[in-house]
């Protein structure tokens, strides 16, 4: 069965303090890693999707990495409306399935 | 570009009663996928269908859940008769749902806040 664990649960950072939140997987065989962005009563955000180890991509203040095991989302320089939850999710390379296994998200907070 | 459109925004009923969600996918996409999610569970998956036919509903929770695709735009999900513990937000997603690489990325809709008093 198909895992994704974040962490931390919730992080709290000032304004300009770079940190990365974690994203542990376990999956048959990996089809893609996809990242999305939640604010409060929206719905999840496509970011990112890294599909082999060692493949990078970058969206302004964010950087998603990708290893066997794990990907981490980098966060250099944070400002408030960075502010959301993060959910990262894994899509098997099963050739039936389309869904995609999320974990329970990092809740990210930017002091200004 | 139309992002997914779901409707109602909030829903609020009382127990024993229906409770039909709707949803209309992204043009062009394959896969429509229905979400809940919760504080206590996170986001699950209840049921999807690719080509308007139901693929994997192994996640829907009992027999009061069904949900039906008659064409290519749109969805429902519906709930009869609804009780305290449906009370979550519910999610409507697609995707292009073919082979090719980036297929697979879901788009969401805002999602429906039912709450079942």
């Known amino acids: 069965e198909d895992q994704v664990t974040q962490s931390p649960e919730a992080l709290r950072l000032q304004e300009g303090e770079s940190s990365s939140l974690n994203c542990s997987y376990t999956?048959?065989?990996?089809?893609?890693l996809f990242w999305y962005r939640q604010d409060p009563g929206k719905g999840p955000e496509f970011l990112f999707t890294l599909y082999s180890a060692g493949e990078e991509k970058e969206k302004e203040r964010l950087k998603a990495t990708l290893t066997k095991k794990e990907s981490f989302l980098h966060i250099t320089a944070p400002k408030p409306e960075d502010s959301a939850t993060y959910l990262c999710a894994v899509s098997p390379s099963d050739g039936s399935a389309r869904q995609l296994t999320f974990g329970s998200g990092t809740q990210l907070t930017v002091l200004p | 570009d139309a992002g997914v459109i779901q409707s109602p925004r909030h829903e609020v009923t009382e127990m024993g009663q229906e409770v039909t969600l709707r949803c209309k996918p992204i043009s062009g996409h394959n896969s429509l996928f229905w979400y809940r999610q919760t504080m206590m569970r996170g986001l699950e998956l209840l049921i999807y269908f690719n080509n308007n036919v139901p693929i994997d509903d192994s996640g829907m929770p009992e027999d009061r859940f069904s949900a039906k695709m008659p064409n290519a735009s749109f969805s429902t999900l519906k709930i009869q008769p609804s009780e305290p513990r449906d009370s979550a937000v519910y999610f409507c997603?697609?995707?292009?749902?073919?082979?090719?690489?980036?297929?697979?990325?879901?788009?969401f809709g805002p999602g429906t806040r039912l709450t079942v008093l």
């Open positions: 997603a697609s995707s292009l749902g073919t082979r090719d690489r980036g297929a697979d990325t879901q788009y």
């Open positions: 999956v048959s065989g990996l089809r893609g």
